[in-house]
């Protein structure tokens, strides 16, 4: 059995592949804030299940060499611990592979969902924070630290705390947790307008700014946000054609396998 595993700062996702790849099952818990109850989660989720190939794919700035965190906002007690290491020993496995979630499932949208038969795709996960990927031809992008869209500064002279996030950033404007905090109320209860109308302005903003710098044949919006699409991917649509200097516009398009998408992209790793 080959276990893929999905690691947000809310929800640990895992789902069970049998060795042709066929999904058999999943599972989902929360997240741990403690580093060491996590790892025994997850071995608890999977120990019975003759797990022969372990893909994690983890919120963060990685070090893909030395298996572990280097920053992350929402997982500060998993920073700088062995999790390779660790998984690796509890399962008994000679390997684990390693990737950024957005980066993974970015790969799962274009091996299996909407990013299927593209040259070039942008993935970007709206979550808890904002991540992203580029994969060309069906593989990740060649990097040197990985990819951080949600990282670029959108606002420069901003002055609020927006703690855990950098200032003036993307994912401090666009992410869930930046939503509930500007306008006090959570993405999946907002029904005003105006309040969508400003959230697809500063997305709009961030999403002009990766086309022109990684020139994709399609943008999938993923993450928990994406599921109110509806209400913002209009306003969006209009204002991203104003902001691109680019005779056509790549779509923007709603990811295919939703929660999925990190754990089937866990499986194009092993």
């Not at 606002?155 to 927006?162: G, M, P, Q, T």
């Not at 996030?165 to 993307?170: A, I, P, Q, S, V």
């Not at 930046?178 to 307008?193: E, K």
């Not at 699409?229 to 306003?235: D, G, N, R, T, V």
Request: aromatic share 8%; net charge negative.
């Amino acid at each position: 059995m080959k276990l893929t595993l999905d690691i947000g700062g809310t929800n640990i996702r895992a789902g069970f592949f049998s060795g042709d790849g066929t999904l058999m099952r999943k599972e989902k818990t929360s997240t741990p804030t403690q580093y060491e109850e996590g790892i025994q989660k997850i071995y608890q989720l999977a120990k019975n299940e003759g797990v022969s190939a372990i893909a994690i794919a983890i919120a963060g700035v990685l070090d893909k060499a030395k298996g572990v965190i280097i920053t992350s906002p929402n997982l500060t007690d998993w920073v700088g611990k062995p999790m390779v290491a660790d998984i690796a020993k509890k399962f008994a496995l000679p390997e684990v592979v390693l990737e950024n979630d957005a980066a993974a499932a970015a790969l799962g949208e274009a091996h299996f969902g909407a990013g299927k038969e593209k040259h070039i795709i942008v993935y970007i996960t709206l979550g808890t924070g904002v991540g992203g990927a580029r994969i060309v031809d069906g593989k990740l992008d060649s990097n040197a630290m990985g990819f951080e869209p949600g990282n670029q500064i959108i606002h420069f002279d901003e002055s609020r705390d927006v703690s855990p996030f950098r200032k003036g950033t993307l994912e401090s404007y666009v992410s869930g947790t930046a939503f509930q905090r500007l306008y006090g109320v959570s993405a999946s209860s907002c029904t005003d307008p105006s309040i969508w109308e400003k959230y697809a302005r500063h997305l709009s903003v961030g999403l002009a700014n990766i086309m022109v710098l990684w020139s994709p044949d399609v943008v999938i919006l993923g993450g928990g946000l994406s599921q109110q699409a509806s209400k913002f991917l209009p306003s969006l649509q209009e204002m991203i054609p104003t902001l691109v200097p680019f005779p056509q516009v790549p779509p923007i398009v709603v990811a295919a396998l939703g929660d999925d998408a990190a754990l089937f992209g866990g499986l194009t790793l092993l």
